[in-house]
Structures are given as structure tokens and as C-alpha cells.
Nanobody, 123 residues
Framework: QVYMVESGGGSVQAGGSLRLSCSAS????????MAWFRQAPLLEREGVAS???????RYADSVKGRFTISKDYAKSVLYLEMSSLKPEDTAMYYC?????????????????WGQGTQVTVSS
């Protein structure tokens, strides 16, 4: 059983920074891929960033250079450092995990999900 609980969301002005955390029961097999997704109102959930078991990362074009995904196995925590935030980054952010080795940002391929944490960026 994998549990995932996000925290760190909040309200920030444009240009600001936030760090999201996802406390997870990290099992090296079931969480070979971990990722962050987000969903804005009336829009589909989209992939933001992923990290695999070798710490190789992938990012959506919209967040490259601004967001950084990382993980701490010792603390069983997945992080998303967000800087230079824009109003269009406003969304519910979810952490996710799966056992596959290809960590593409495809929502339907992830098996485990957290409940989400809200990020609101004002202009």
C-alpha cells in the first residue's frame, strides 16, 4: 500500500516561490517513477515534473527553468520547488507514483495519487 500526502500549497504573488512536499511510503519498486501533476478549474490534469529511480527528471515546457523536482529517500519525501510563479500556475497540485521505468508525464499511467494541495498565484 502506498500513501501519499501533499503539503506546502498556499497563496503567493506573481514572481514568488513555494515548495511543495509529498510524504510518501516510498517502496523502491512501486515508486520507481514519482511525479507532480496539476489541475486548474475547468481544465484537464497535466503533468508538471517527474523523477525516476536514478533521479532523472522530466519537466513540462511551461515550467522548465522555474520548477525543480527532487526526492529524499531517507525522509520519504518528494519535493517540488517552484519559483518565478505566474498566475497561470494556479491549480491543485498532486503527487503521483507508479512502478514503471518510463516516467513520462501521462496521467493515466500513474497508479498512486495524493489528495492534492492548492496553489494560488495572484497578479
Amino acid at each position: 500500500q502506498v500513501y501519499m500526502v501533499e503539503s506546502g500549497g498556499g497563496s503567493v504573488q506573481a514572481g514568488g516561490s513555494l515548495r511543495l512536499s509529498c510524504s510518501a511510503s516510498i517502496n523502491s519498486f512501486t515508486t520507481r517513477c514519482m511525479a507532480w501533476f496539476r489541475q486548474a478549474p475547468l481544465l484537464e490534469r497535466e503533468g508538471v515534473a517527474s523523477i525516476d529511480y536514478e533521479s532523472t527528471t522530466r519537466y513540462a515546457d511551461s515550467v522548465k527553468g522555474r520548477f525543480t523536482i527532487s526526492k529524499d529517500y531517507a525522509k520519504s519525501v518528494l519535493y517540488l520547488e517552484m519559483s518565478s510563479l505566474k498566475p497561470e500556475d494556479t491549480a491543485m497540485y498532486y503527487c503521483a507514483a507508479k512502478s514503471g521505468i518510463r516516467c513520462l508525464l501521462l496521467e493515466g499511467t500513474y497508479n498512486y495519487w495524493g489528495q492534492g494541495t492548492q496553489v494560488t498565484v495572484s497578479s
